[in-house]
């Protein structure tokens, strides 16, 4: 079986996030963001570059719980897709897109923070049997075994 993979970006948070429900009762996390660009020059040192602006969209529980964890100058490492779509401005259509996130953290070489490891759930879900393989151990993390599973 091949590996299933996403787009992916990093990047900062150029606006406080905005976190709004549809009318449908679905939540929505919008936010301006900024990746940086860098060109190597020809004695192999690095030119920083002006960086670029984006919209980033985020939906549903993930969307809720990354608007409680990220601000404005956070740096995060996003995977998910771009979505391309167009507007009508002053009578013209414009193309834009944007990158929605399906899952989204903050960036390890740039961010300091701790874990915790308490389960999400109650005992009782975490005891029934997964369809991912082996159980969680929670002193030692996720085994390395079964889809979405790495040591940590």
């Not at 964890?69 to 740096?75: E, L, N, P, S, Y």
């Not at 070489?109 to 009782?124: F, L, N």
């Amino acid at each position: 079986m091949s590996i299933d993979t996403q787009q992916s970006i990093s990047g900062f948070i150029a606006t406080q996030p905005r976190l709004t429900v549809g009318e449908n009762g679905v939540s929505r996390l919008h936010a301006r963001i900024g990746i940086e660009h860098s060109r190597q020059e020809s004695d192999g040192s690095f030119t920083q570059l002006e960086p670029t602006f984006h919209d980033l969209a985020i939906f549903r529980k993930t969307a809720e719980e990354a608007a409680s964890r990220f601000r404005k100058g956070d740096r995060f490492i996003a995977s998910g897709r771009v979505h391309e779509y167009t507007y009508e401005k002053d009578g013209q259509q414009v193309a834009a897109e944007e990158f929605i996130a399906s899952r989204i953290g903050h960036d390890l070489a740039r961010t300091r923070y701790e874990v915790d490891r308490t389960p999400r759930r109650s005992s009782v879900d975490q005891d029934a049997p997964s369809h991912h393989g082996p159980s969680r151990d929670p002193v030692a993390g996720a085994h390395a075994s079964g889809p979405g599973r790495a040591s940590i």
